[in-house]
């Protein structure tokens, strides 16, 4: 039954090299959508990355909960031990909070296996602890996910700038809070505002998180250690949310002409790195007032570049999963390595050989197989041509009589022959 639930996972019968075995902690927004889209892109993964991934152990909290056909109910354990001791490549961590999330992070880079996570709050926690972890054990740790949603900026900091002269990482950071002030400058009510985010899946379990900015703190930490190499437990950020005041936060960034947008940033200065997260009124052509929904914009400000500006969902179950799926794809288990000192080597096998030339050149066959002691099994012939069947003998016996009858201008006609 099993077996069965993890085709439907699978869904392709697409051939695929390798085959990574997954284990997946929450199967919320995030978890639930990055399933979704291993089932619905099985298929393009199988072709372009060679590998399927088999969803093998699913954790939650409440094993009865409706999760819809795509969450194969015999692979859901709400057991946290039987989740550890599952024998898998790459575990994701979706459950968010720092408990639970911390000793499945650990576990998991301590067996040597990837651990890719969308967890801002456990980074900010024990991104440093866990960066060690991954490294001493030689294990994969990747959170593209957990900052700015679908926008790839963990990836481009790291991989893309490293010489860039980084001086600022700053931008909307939180989905949540650009939905709700894009929704109350048109006129919704906070209530109401909110009430949508969390139906389409942008806030935190705990909303408060978005809304006192402690979100967006965990990711400018996050971004801090990225761009700074600053650990996230040795930066301090300010950090001023929307409460309790929201509505007067766009009140007055309306009175003063603007937009509000909340902010976050890590700058570099001749002290050290300050971070921030606060309400900001911005002008309304500028492209942090352009960004709407739960949109997120990250700039870069760069000594070799100028400003870098990456945008785009910032937030929801979608968003968040394609992030997951790149590092998921980008951690799997590479193919076995081409072996070592392999060069070209002789064919040392035996083969029965057919070797045939005009009939009217019979003698020069019989004579030079006898001179090479090539052994005949069979000699054949049907008019046109006389065909000598060998017994198993080395590729190079076969060959030393073919060269001797094309001396002869015989036009041998070689075959190996496998019947
Ligand atoms: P969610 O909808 O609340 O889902 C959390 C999942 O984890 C649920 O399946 C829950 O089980 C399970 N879970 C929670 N605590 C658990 C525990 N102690 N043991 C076992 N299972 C547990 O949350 P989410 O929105 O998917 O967020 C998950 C993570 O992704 C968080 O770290 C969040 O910050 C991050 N993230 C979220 C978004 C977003 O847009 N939502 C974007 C980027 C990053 P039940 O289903 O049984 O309750
Ligand atoms: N609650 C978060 C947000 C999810 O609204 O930005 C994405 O990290």
């Not at 048109?186 to 402690?214: I, K, M, S, V």
């Not at 929307?242 to 007067?248: M, Q």
């Not at 070797?355 to 030079?368: C, T």
Request: aromatic share 2%; net charge neutral; with cysteine.
């Amino acid at each position: 039954m099993q077996q069965a639930v993890q085709r439907q996972v699978r869904a392709a019968v697409e051939p695929a090299d390798r085959t990574i075995r997954l284990a997946l902690a929450g199967c919320g927004t995030v978890g639930g959508a990055l399933l979704e889209q291993l089932t619905r892109r099985s298929s393009a993964i199988a072709h372009r990355h060679g590998i399927r991934i088999d969803v093998v152990r699913i954790l939650v909290r409440d094993e009865r909960r409706d999760r819809g056909g795509h969450v194969p109910r015999d692979l859901v354990t709400t057991d946290l031990h039987e989740f550890l001791a599952t024998d898998c490549d790459i575990v994701v961590e979706a459950i968010g909070g720092t408990d639970t999330a911390v000793v499945i992070a650990r576990h998991a880079l301590m067996c040597g296996r990837a651990l890719v996570t969308a967890n801002k709050a456990l980074l900010a926690a024990r991104g440093a602890e866990l960066a060690d972890l991954a490294r001493r054990h030689d294990a994969p740790l990747s959170f593209e996910a957990s900052v700015a949603g679908a926008v790839p900026i963990v990836r481009v900091l790291r991989d893309a700038l490293p010489h860039a002269g980084v001086s600022a990482v700053r931008g909307v950071l939180n989905g949540t809070t650009n939905y709700l002030l894009t929704r109350m400058h048109a006129g919704a009510t906070f209530e109401a505002a909110l009430a949508e985010a969390q139906r389409f899946g942008y806030a935190e379990a705990d909303p408060a998180r978005d809304l006192d900015g402690r979100d967006a703190a965990d990711k400018v930490a996050v971004l801090a250690w990225q761009a700074f190499g600053v650990p996230p437990g040795r930066v301090h950020v300010e950090t001023r949310g929307l409460l309790p005041w929201p509505d007067r936060i766009v009140a007055d960034a309306v009175a003063l002409g603007g937009v509000a947008r909340s902010v976050g940033e890590a700058r570099r200065n001749a002290a050290g790195v300050s971070c921030t997260v606060e309400p900001v009124v911005v002008n309304g052509d500028s492209p942090l007032a352009g960004l709407v929904g739960a949109d997120n914009l990250v700039e870069i400000e760069t000594a070799a570049a100028a400003t870098i500006r990456l945008a785009g969902p910032g937030a929801g179950g979608d968003a968040t999963a394609s992030a997951l799926l790149a590092d998921i794809l980008a951690a799997a288990p590479s193919p076995p390595a081409p072996a070592r000192n392999v060069g070209p080597a002789a064919d040392t096998r035996r083969h029965r050989w057919s070797i045939s030339v005009p009939a009217a050149r019979r003698e020069e066959l019989a004579a030079a197989a006898h001179r090479i002691r090539v052994p005949a099994a069979d000699v054949t012939e049907d008019g046109l041509h006389v065909r000598l069947l060998t017994e198993p003998v080395d590729r190079s016996l076969a060959g030393a009589l073919v060269r001797a009858l094309e001396l002869q201008a015989c036009e041998p006609v070689l075959l190996r022959v496998e019947r």
